[in-house]
């Protein structure tokens, strides 16, 4: 007989997954936004991108942790975590490449090319899931591709104006991020398999959880 203690998934291993590790980006944001905001004197925040500027390199892995208020920490919440959970729904190992290539691609870009003063938000972050939500619908064509962009789509088509540039708004943020997802997504995309051919089998080092076989 197995006791509750033993049925009942530990924390670190709810945490450990795309939805955990989700809203824990969320709850680390807020905790984050509280603490300059109250003991701080929005002091963190300097740590932003800074395009072209050597001292605000490191800002490419800052920026979406920090936000100018809590308005703007909530604006970007839920689509975070909504079109965050649409592509972590794919697994883990998805979700982390997809993440990491537009902090990296979206966030290099902007210090590149961006405009000057500061950049901070998950906003970028978003317009990656986005992006990569989109870009998964044209490059693989899949029943479940296509319908995670129809529901993109419905809910937050919307984000497609903010890659219109505007004053006070890091539209340039926006833009590469979605154009990172959507590269991500082309990188990442699963080849279609022709009838009557073996289905392609992973590598145990490309599952999310490789020692867990089958």
């Keep these: 007989m197995t006791s509750p203690t ?3 998934p530990s924390l670190a291993r709810l945490v450990w997954t ?3 590790l989700l809203v824990s980006w969320i709850l680390l944001m807020w905790v984050i936004e509280l603490v300059d905001t109250v003991a701080l004197d929005d002091r963190l925040q300097r740590h932003g991108l800074r395009p072209r500027e050597v001292d605000g390199l490191d800002g490419i892995m800052w920026a979406p942790f920090l936000h100018t208020d809590f308005g703007h920490l909530a604006s970007n919440t ?3 975590l909504a079109l965050g959970g649409l592509v972590a729904a794919r697994g883990m190992r998805y979700w982390a490449w997809i ?3 537009t902090i990296v691609i979206g966030g290099g870009a902007t210090w590149l090319l961006g405009g000057s003063g500061l950049h901070v938000g998950a906003s970028g972050v978003v317009f ?3 992006g990569a939500i989109l870009g998964a619908a044209v490059f693989e064509r899949r029943v479940r591709t296509l319908g995670a962009a129809l529901i993109a789509l419905g809910f937050y088509s919307s984000l497609i104006a903010g890659v219109i540039p505007q ?3 890091s539209w340039e943020g926006h833009l590469f991020g979605l154009l990172a997802g959507v590269l991500a997504s082309k990188w990442l995309a699963e ?3 022709p009838k009557g051919e073996e289905p392609y089998t992973p590598e145990p ?3 999310d959880e490789p020692w867990n076989i089958a």
């Design 78 to 80: 839920v689509p975070f």
């Design 191 to 193: 080849p279609r398999v």
């Design 18 to 20: 795309p939805v955990g």
């Design 128 to 130: 990656g899931y986005f």
């Design 6 to 8: 033993e049925s009942r």
């Design 99 to 101: 993440t990491a290539i």
């Design 205 to 207: 080092w490309e599952l």
């Design 167 to 169: 004053p006070q708004i």
